[in-house]
């Protein structure tokens, strides 16, 4: 299997990174939000990722990574891993978490930091005085 193609659509104001292989295989890379102005950055590394091998993440990643992995390309560089790993668990026909050494949790805590509602405030908790 091969990368014929790196694409990024602009989806709202979201990349979303899209690798084609020759096997008719594609990988999806979500970006974080609003970061619109990281598509040139994903589509700079398209020449550097045609004709790898996209199972091979790790070797892949090396080739990309000393071109620029910290800000601003750091998002497009994880974007382009993602859709690797996508790629990697969808032609092993497994999910990406067995890939990469398989469930640890049964379930996870969360914290949403992006979303900011206008208004919103914080609730402080109300503690008794011993």
Same mark, same amino acid.
């Not at 694409?7 to 999806?28: K, S």
């Not at 071109?67 to 891993?81: D, T, Y």
């Not at 497994?94 to 949790?105: Q, S, T």
């Given at each position: 299997? &091969?990368?014929?193609?790196?694409?990024?659509?602009?989806? !709202?104001?979201?990349?979303?990174?899209?690798?084609?292989?020759?096997?008719? =295989? /594609?990988?999806?890379?979500?970006?974080?939000?609003?970061?619109?102005?990281? &598509?040139?950055?994903? @589509?700079?590394?398209?020449? *550097? @990722?045609?004709?790898? /091998?996209?199972?091979?993440?790790?070797?892949?990643?090396?080739?990309?990574?000393?071109?620029?992995? *910290?800000?601003?390309?750091?998002?497009?560089?994880?974007?382009?891993?993602?859709? =690797?790993?996508?790629?990697? !668990?969808?032609?092993? !026909?497994?999910?990406?978490?067995?890939? @990469? !050494?398989?469930?640890?949790?049964?379930?996870?805590?969360?914290?949403?930091?992006?979303?900011? *509602?206008?208004?919103?405030?914080?609730?402080?908790?109300?503690?008794?005085?011993?």
């Amino acid at each position: 299997m &091969k990368i014929t193609d790196v694409r990024c659509a602009v989806i !709202g104001t979201n990349p979303v990174v899209r690798i084609v292989t020759d096997e008719g =295989l /594609d990988g999806y890379g979500p970006v974080e939000s609003y970061k619109p102005y990281l &598509k040139w950055h994903v @589509l700079h590394y398209r020449d *550097f @990722l045609i004709g790898e /091998d996209p199972t091979l993440v790790e070797r892949t990643m090396l080739k990309i990574r000393h071109r620029g992995s *910290f800000k601003p390309w750091g998002a497009a560089v994880s974007a382009i891993e993602i859709a =690797l790993w996508d790629l990697a !668990g969808k032609a092993a !026909g497994l999910p990406v978490h067995r890939l @990469l !050494g398989g469930k640890v949790r049964d379930r996870v805590r969360v914290y949403n930091g992006a979303v900011r *509602f206008p208004g919103a405030t914080t609730r402080r908790r109300r503690t008794r005085n011993p």
